[in-house]
């Protein structure tokens, strides 16, 4: 079971940290990524890193979202800064479908490939 935590809420222009753990397997043998959902709205992807470590990014969170492994602590984050009210959602990490030898694009980040969904954590970001 995958499990995301560290959201809270932040003033725009602040920073966050998210975490993905998990027990009972090895983050590093999957693909990861990190999907967001406001209420009413289809969730969209915003960050991915494969087991080779090679990140992706949504085009509204390039330059400010940073995700990263560490494996020593069986832990994915995703480092958040900059952050405007539109970033407001829950957050949710997830085990990812992507063939390695697929180039990454817009698509990889498709909720459609999503093999395991975690629990998400709520990011509100407000003045």
């Known amino acids: 079971q995958l499990q995301a935590s560290g959201g809270g809420l932040v003033h725009p222009g602040g920073s966050l940290r998210l975490s993905c753990t998990t027990s009972?397997?090895?983050?590093?043998?999957?693909?990861i990524g990190w999907f967001r959902q406001v209420p009413g709205k289809e969730r969209e992807g915003v960050s991915y890193?494969?087991?080779?470590?090679?990140?992706h990014y949504a085009d509204s969170v390039k330059g400010r979202f940073t995700i990263s492994r560490d494996s020593a602590k069986n832990t994915i984050h995703l480092q958040m800064n900059s952050l405007t009210p539109e970033d407001t959602a829950v957050y949710y990490c997830?085990?990812?479908?992507?063939?390695?030898?697929?180039?990454?694009?817009?698509?990889?980040?498709?909720?459609?490939?999503?093999?395991?969904w975690g629990q998400g954590t709520l990011v509100t970001v407000s003045s």
């Open positions: 890193i494969s087991r080779a470590y090679v990140t």
């Open positions: 997830a085990t990812v479908l992507w063939p390695a030898d697929r180039p990454m694009d817009s698509e990889t980040l498709n909720p459609k490939y999503v093999e395991y």
């Open positions: 009972g397997f090895e983050l590093d043998e999957f693909n």
